[in-house]
């Protein structure tokens, strides 16, 4: 079997993550080394890389991540903005090969990103 990804672990409660939201098709976790002070990870639970690697039958499950990430920006009452990042592939910065969005809020962002 392939080595499970730090997300998987996570997934299968192999290793300890502040869990925000759950439900059938995903997962909200605060990230380790937060980079605003929001920064949550929001992943499927299907095992899906990265953005590069979607398939049509990802679909809805993608919608469905967008739709948990707008309410959670909601309850954690981030009505000044937030930013939502998906990082795909080396040179974008993906170190963990299972599909995240990070959101971040809390602080004023820039732009261009680094
Ligand atoms: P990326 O660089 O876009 O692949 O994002 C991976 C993110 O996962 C980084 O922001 C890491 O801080 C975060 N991360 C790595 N390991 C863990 C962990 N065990 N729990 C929570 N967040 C993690």
């Excluded at 939502?84 to 969005?101: D, I, R």
């Amino acid at each position: 079997m392939a080595t499970k990804t730090i997300f998987r672990r996570i997934i299968d409660r192999e290793i300890p993550a502040t869990i925000v939201f759950e439900d059938e098709h995903c997962l909200a976790f605060q990230d380790v080394n937060p980079q605003a002070p929001t920064h949550v990870l929001v992943i499927p639970k299907k095992d899906i890389p990265s953005l590069a690697a979607l398939q049509p039958a990802d679909h809805a499950v993608v919608g469905h991540l967008l739709m948990v990430i707008s309410r959670l920006a909601a309850d954690l009452q981030l009505d000044r903005g937030f930013r939502v990042v998906c990082n795909s592939g080396p040179e974008a910065g993906q170190t963990v090969e299972h599909l995240h969005f990070h959101l971040l809020g809390g602080r004023p962002m820039l732009w261009p990103p680094g």
